[in-house]
C-alpha cells in the first residue's frame, strides 16, 4: 500500500473514532450548555468578533431553543 492511502486510512480511522465518541458520548445538560455558549460568546467580545450587543441577543436566542422556549 502506498503512503498516500495509508494515511487516508489512518487519517479515516481516527476521524471514525473522534466522530464515535462525540455521536456516543452523553448530552450536557441544559446549564451546562448554557454556561459554554456564555464563555464562547464572552471570548468572541473580548475579541472583538462580535459586540457585547449582538452576544446577548444571540445567547438569548439560544437559550430559548436550549431551554425549549421557542
Known amino acids: 500500500m502506498n503512503r498516500k492511502a495509508v494515511r487516508y486510512v489512518q487519517g479515516s480511522a481516527t476521524a471514525a ?3 464515535a ?9 441544559a446549564p451546562t450548555r448554557l454556561d459554554g455558549v456564555h464563555s464562547d460568546l464572552a ?3 473580548d475579541l472583538n468578533q462580535v459586540t457585547a ?5 444571540f445567547e438569548a436566542k439560544l437559550a430559548g431553543r436550549i431551554l425549549g422556549d421557542a
Open 17 to 19: 473514532a473522534l466522530a
Open 21 to 29: 465518541s462525540i455521536i456516543l458520548s452523553p448530552a450536557a445538560d
Open 43 to 45: 471570548r468572541a467580545v
Open 53 to 57: 450587543e449582538q452576544a446577548a441577543k
